[in-house]
Each structure stands twice: as C-alpha cells, then as structure tokens.
C-alpha cells in the first residue's frame, strides 16, 4: 500500500473510487448514481485544490489502483485557517487492515507543517468502525446533529468530532 498526496492524473481512477464508494457502503454522502463530476471537472477541482495552501488530499493505492483517500478542506480565513474537515473512505474490501490510522498520520504529518491544530469530522451515530477509528485517533464527539441525513428514508443522526492538535 502507498500513500501518497493526490495529483492531477489521479482524477479518473479518484472519480471511479468515490463512485464505487458510493455504491459500496451507507456511510458516504452520496448515494449510488447520484455523483455527477466528469473526469475533466475532477481533474480541475483536483488542481484548484493542489493550489490551496489549507487544503490536501491522501489516496491509497494499492496495485496501481486507488483503494481510499483522506480529503482536508482547510478553512480559508483568519479565524479559521487553523482548522480543517476531513472526509475519508476506503473501499470495504481494504479495511480493517491500518489504512485508515495510516492516512491519519499522513494528514497529522502534512498539518504540522500549515500550522493547523484542529481537525473535525461527521460521522454517522451507527458507523461502529468509523467510530472505532476516529476515537483511537484521539478524536472526541462535540455534538449530535439529528436528523442530519436521510439515508434509505430513515433520519440518520450524526457525531460532530474534533481532535486538537498541540
């Protein structure tokens, strides 16, 4: 397994992973089909995203495929340039194995370097693993957001968490 900061050429094979996540597991935002992003929007959002100083991206790749990925979306102002949220997701047929604390010390590695000393996350109530993961990464739950999806016409309530980072 490598795990390496995104870069342009990605954008395809990163489209097709988000899409199978997708599809895979009930606990990413978008349900199957409803991901709309060609491979030419990726490759632009994918560079814009390179050019942000706050921002980052880490793919897993595994065999020349990519397997999952950790997004930091840094805050753009003062007041919160010290924070960012992150979203991850590995397909369900690599986890359990490390990957997702390893792509934790990758994002801690990359946010000392940009002065970054908050992390943030939702997590829905009933993703155990996620829970699991985030918890043992020295994530704490901030808050509960009711209601804040609707996944299979069920309300599905989520965890806000938060690590701070010396």
Do not use: C
């Not at 921002?55 to 990519?66: A, D, K, M, P, Y």
């Amino acid at each position: 397994m490598l795990i390496r900061t995104i870069h342009p050429d990605d954008a395809e094979q990163f489209l097709n992973l988000r899409k199978k996540l997708d599809q895979e597991t009930q606990f990413m935002l978008f349900e199957p089909g409803e991901r709309t992003t060609t491979d030419k929007e990726q490759r632009k959002h994918i560079q814009r995203l390179l050019l942000q100083e706050h921002s980052t991206t880490f793919v897993v790749e595994h065999n020349g495929q990519l397997v999952g990925y950790l997004s930091a979306s840094g805050g753009e102002f003062r007041r919160n340039k010290h924070t960012v949220h992150i979203v991850i997701g590995i397909l369900p047929a690599f986890t359990g194995r490390g990957i997702g604390g390893q792509l934790f010390a990758a994002l801690e590695e990359w946010t000392h370097q940009k002065s970054i000393t908050r992390l943030e996350l939702t997590v829905m109530t009933h993703n155990q693993a996620g829970l699991a993961l985030y918890r043992k990464r020295g994530f704490e739950i901030e808050g509960t957001k009711k209601h804040s999806l609707l996944v299979n016409n069920q309300y599905v309530d989520e965890y806000y968490m938060a690590k701070l980072l010396d």
